[in-house]
């Protein structure tokens, strides 16, 4: 936390220990502030780098390590991406004679507007810190020894294959990243597929799944439907779950311009008194857990007040009946009971919002992060349809995503249930891939231990450790978990880390390929078949990211892998070539020496991925957008004039057809107003067309210059034949058609005509491809097909068990998933507490990077757990003193504690960034060294326990219970 500083030197014992080996040109045992941030070329000063405003750049600054460029040698500006969160900001890195030596926010930037927050403005040290893994390492007795990179491949290839051998494919978990471009987040999900195995996961199963399963389950796409920049149009923006000033800062340009220019009520729901709530004009404080019941509180005084779009519900929504029969039972008494919050507050939020339309609804990990999450976010959705506020302008559902590249690697399908475009793993889908590999799918199939495996979800990396520690008669695969490949994640962003210190002393092999050494290096006390592999940077490689928005950016080279790091892409190269599959893996892409060409593999999905429509964005088309943005509206995101010229920037998807095809992309999904060709949409028809003899296709509603002005399915060769437009098709498209589809060309559709000419076709006679369908509040392939309120499994509220309980223990993702069992424990007598978790604005994710950037790292020093004031009274605590948080798991953390009222009574809450710290225990000398971060701290989750989403598994981080009590 921020602690009051003496006005000469930083406070924190951790930065002036660690401080002078990281800044060469800082001396001495302490470190004024404004003195640390001028030497090292940060001209605006501390308070300036938690602002989301353009009021300093990074100028030039002599890196001590880096030889001096030559006297006169010409300086190039590069255009890159920010590695952090998912807003997408563009970075301008100043290089000279090969060295990055200033960098400025991208002015041009439709995103950022020329603003960076603490985290963007400082990336250059990302990329030159000194604390980077600078070469493999593999332990030995105990020791990190430095080897070859030659030697790394050799003997982590040999036990990997010795792994599969004798225990089959699915005993190696291959961990991907929310950090790996586009073109890796691809090439890795490929290269889980040749090697056998769906046990391949990312961060997105612990951040977002539950909104991903939910929202595509209500109208087609799991994803943000507007933009930042369209939130300006907003007339309320309702946050729940959602910090933005801390977790996405510059987002808040948008947000605020909405509050000022339209006098938008800006409303924020959170259990705790955020940096955002702190700009709200309404502050609704509720129990952690309850989003459900707040929500329907909310839409209870709508609809007794009549307030719903009646006429958008019955052209454009399915199931709403079941909604009304299940919010009647949220009255105001009921609501209040569960959620703490008074009726009287929920009645003004409603008519604020039924007031102020178009309005959006944004949300984060606040309620993603729950055993019902999947619930929480269909809700969200709900309340956005009774208000008629999707597929509008300044309305929506915006989705805040946390890491650069979450939504990419998300959508190239780095996940345990799908191939790259969310084809899933039916036989179908494989069989469309192996198309786009050029591979047979029998050879395919002759990778996995079965087709029944092969077709089957893996296991998700929220549950990774019960896969190793799980009886091998309880899982749903040949064995146990036998080797862990942790590639760009932090384990720390994990729950029940005792266990999983368990699971990564019990694996045969234990691998981390990154850019810094993660606490994954110090957590187990492994002595050996342990290895550290340096990755580069996202700044020493060039490639497509894809913002929270959906618009896709092209990022270049700054500088050359520095130290002997490697592209991920280079590295995954090396393993396939020690695996055997490297031609078949790399059959269209070129590989220089050991390096795929990444233009190859944004061509390789740009044929493979028309069910999202990320067919028409070209490296070219990229490139060309990155170079014009200049061009492009600051709030519509289209282009003005140009070579770039109506098109909305970086293509958000779906961006149909071909390159050639020139379609614009989509910046507000769903929006009937604007022809398909143009940006516009419908739902998608992805759920039949009708239930229970009721119609599930728009009714009387369809994008502008549709022919048909009605609901109507996906579109399908057959559909094209029955309207005459299959005569549109050229002689090249209908052969590819009539090889894929043989004697059943009617079956083939948009998403598997690798031609392009069925999408073609359709936009070009204004048919949305994926049809025109309602969206539906009852998602009937769900456990809860209404999204209804269950209490979380560690819950204080014994008396609402029994009106709202978990559901039964079950088996699904290949393991036992315990609900009931857990909630029938009742310990809230010795955990009374509820525990939560979030982010702060100078860290970002597990926080190995950011909290060995010196900039960062001397803003915020310590692990703290804020403790409401009458909490803390009543165990004694004060201010800034050091407490145990113990979780009702028995794991615990010792941290400072911060008294504040921004947590109510009975709640408390601890940043989940920080790690090298177990259980009262400084790690820092079993990092490899000087490639420790230079603040550890306690990892939050030590203490938080068991809770897994009954859809994606995603982990129970919100809401659980721990007790506090002073350290001695």
């Known amino acids: 936390m921020l602690v009051k500083k003496r006005s000469t030197a930083a406070g924190g014992r951790h930065l002036s220990r660690s401080l002078s080996a990281a800044v060469g040109s800082v001396t001495g045992a302490t470190v004024d502030r404004r003195a640390f941030l001028r030497t090292s070329g940060l001209a605006?000063?501390?308070?300036?780098?938690?602002?989301?405003m353009p009021f300093g750049m990074v100028k030039k600054a002599d890196a001590a390590s880096a030889a001096p460029a030559a006297a006169g040698a010409p300086v190039k500006q590069v255009k890159t991406i920010c590695t952090h969160c998912s807003v997408g900001c563009t970075v301008v890195a100043e290089v000279q004679n090969g060295v990055w030596i200033g960098q400025e926010p991208g002015f041009d930037s439709p995103i950022n507007l020329g603003a960076h927050?603490?985290?963007?403005?400082?990336?250059?040290?990302h990329a030159h810190g000194e604390r980077r893994l600078r070469y493999p390492m593999k332990m030995v007795n105990g020791t990190w020894t430095r080897i070859t990179w030659d030697q790394a491949i050799q003997e982590v290839g040999d036990k990997l294959l010795e792994i599969r051998q004798k225990s089959g494919p699915d005993a190696v978990f291959w961990l991907g990243s929310a950090k790996h471009s586009n073109e890796q987040a691809y090439l890795f999900r490929k290269f889980a597929a040749f090697w056998g195995t769906n046990n391949v996961?990312?961060?997105a199963r612990i951040c977002h799944s539950t909104t991903v399963a939910g929202v595509a389950n209500v109208w087609g796409y799991g994803a943000m439907t507007n933009s930042y920049n369209d939130i300006q149009k907003s007339k309320a923006m309702f946050f729940i779950g959602s910090n933005a000033a801390e977790a996405h800062p510059v987002s808040m340009l948008h947000i605020l311009k909405a509050k000022e220019q339209n006098n938008a009520p800006l409303i924020v729901a959170d259990p705790r008194f955020t940096r955002t709530a702190?700009?709200?004009?309404?502050?609704?404080?509720?129990?952690?857990g309850t989003d459900v019941g707040l929500i329907w509180g909310i839409l209870w005084h709508i609809l007794e007040n009549g307030w719903e779009d009646k006429d958008y519900i019955a052209k454009r929504v399915y199931g709403f009946d079941d909604i009304r029969a299940e919010v009647a039972k949220w009255t105001p008494a009921e609501v209040e009971r569960v959620t703490g919050v008074p009726g009287s507050q929920l009645r003004r939020v409603a008519r604020t919002l039924a007031s102020n339309r178009p309005g959006t609804l944004v949300w984060c990990m606040g309620g993603t992060q729950h055993h019902i999450g999947n619930n929480n976010t269909r809700a969200y959705c709900v309340l956005q349809l009774?208000?008629?506020?999707?597929?509008?302008?300044g309305g929506g559902t915006n989705i805040f995503r946390g890491h650069d590249n979450v939504q990419g690697a998300t959508d190239f399908g780095v996940t345990s249930d799908s191939l790259p475009g969310y084809y899933g793993l039916a036989e179908g889908a494989w069989k469309h891939w192996a198309r786009v590999w050029g591979v047979s799918y029998d050879s395919l199939l002759a990778r996995f231990t079965s087709k029944e495996l092969m077709e089957r979800t893996g296991i998700p990396v929220s549950r990774w450790y019960d896969g190793v520690?799980?009886?091998?008669?309880n899982l749903d695969q040949p064995e146990s978990l036998k080797a862990m490949v942790f590639w760009g994640h932090a384990p720390n962003s994990q729950v029940r880390l005792p266990e999983m210190k368990k699971a990564m002393e019990k694996l045969e092999l234990l691998v981390v390929v990154d850019p810094y050494p993660t606490m994954t290096a110090v957590l187990s006390d492994r002595k050996d078949n342990f290895y550290l592999l340096p990755a580069a940077t996202q700044f020493e490689t060039y490639g497509s990211r894809t913002a929270s928005n959906r618009s896709v950016q092209w990022g270049e080279k700054v500088v050359e892998p520095l130290f002997e790091a490697k592209t991920d892409h280079e590295i995954m190269h090396r393993f396939a070539k020690k695996f055997g599959f490297d031609q078949d893996l790399f059959k269209a892409i070129k590989v220089n020496g050991n390096e795929p060409l990444v233009e190859d593999i944004t061509r390789e999905w740009n044929r493979g991925m028309w069910s999202v429509g990320y067919t028409g964005q070209s490296p070219e088309r990229m490139r060309l957008h990155m170079e014009h943005q200049a061009t492009f509206d600051k709030t519509t995101l289209r282009a003005v004039g140009g070579p770039c010229d109506g098109e909305f920037f970086g293509m958000p998807w779906p961006c149909w057809g071909t390159p050639e095809m020139k379609h614009p992309g989509t910046a507000n999904l769903y929006d009937t107003s604007l022809p398909v060709a143009e940006g516009g949409g419908a739902f998608r028809a992805r759920f039949g067309v009708e239930r229970n003899g009721v119609t599930l296709l728009a009714e009387g509603s369809y994008p502008e210059g549709s022919p048909i002005k009605d609901g109507y399915p996906e579109v399908t060769m057959a559909m094209l034949q029955k309207l005459g437009f299959d005569k549109e098709l050229t002689a090249e498209e209908l052969a590819v058609i009539q090889k894929i589809g043989g004697e059943k060309i009617g079956a083939v559709s948009w998403t598997t005509d690798l031609s392009g000419g069925i999408q073609r076709v359709a936009v070009k006679n204004g048919l949305n491809p994926p049809g025109n369908a309602k969206a539906r509040c009852v998602a009937w392939n769900f456990p809860d097909p209404v999204p209804i309120h269950r209490e979380p499994l560690y819950t204080p509220r014994r008396d609402l068990v029994a009106s709202y309980p978990t559901y039964k223990d079950t088996k699904s993702w290949r393991l036992p998933t315990l609900y009931k069992s857990i909630q029938d424990r009742d310990v809230s007598k010795d955990y009374p507490i509820i525990l939560t978790s979030g982010r702060l604005v100078e860290y970002e994710g597990g926080g190995d990077e950011t909290r060995s950037n010196p900039w960062l790292a001397e803003l915020q020093q310590d692990m703290f757990v804020e403790l409401n004031p009458f909490d803390a009274n009543n165990a004694g605590i004060k201010d800034g003193q050091m407490v145990w948080v113990e979780g009702a798991e028995k794991g615990r953390v010792k941290v400072k504690a911060m008294v504040t009222e921004r947590v109510g009574r009975g709640v408390a809450f601890m940043p989940f960034h920080f790690g090298g710290w177990y259980q009262g225990q400084d790690l820092r000398g079993k990092?490899?060294?000087?490639?420790?971060?230079?603040?550890?701290?306690?990892?939050?989750?030590?203490?938080?326990?068991y809770g897994y989403d009954s859809v994606t598994q995603m982990q129970e981080t919100k809401t659980t219970l721990c007790r506090v009590t002073a350290a001695v």
């Open 201 to 203: 996961d990312h961060q």
């Open 278 to 288: 702190a700009k709200a004009d309404e502050y609704i404080r509720f129990r952690p």
């Open 386 to 393: 009774a208000l008629g506020n999707v597929g509008v302008t």
């Open 927 to 945: 990092y490899p060294k000087g490639a420790d971060p230079i603040v550890l701290g306690e990892a939050a989750n030590t203490a938080t326990t």
């Open 44 to 52: 605006a000063g501390g308070a300036a780098l938690a602002a989301t």
């Open 117 to 125: 927050c603490a985290k963007g403005a400082s990336v250059r040290e």
């Open 469 to 473: 520690l799980e009886a091998k008669e």
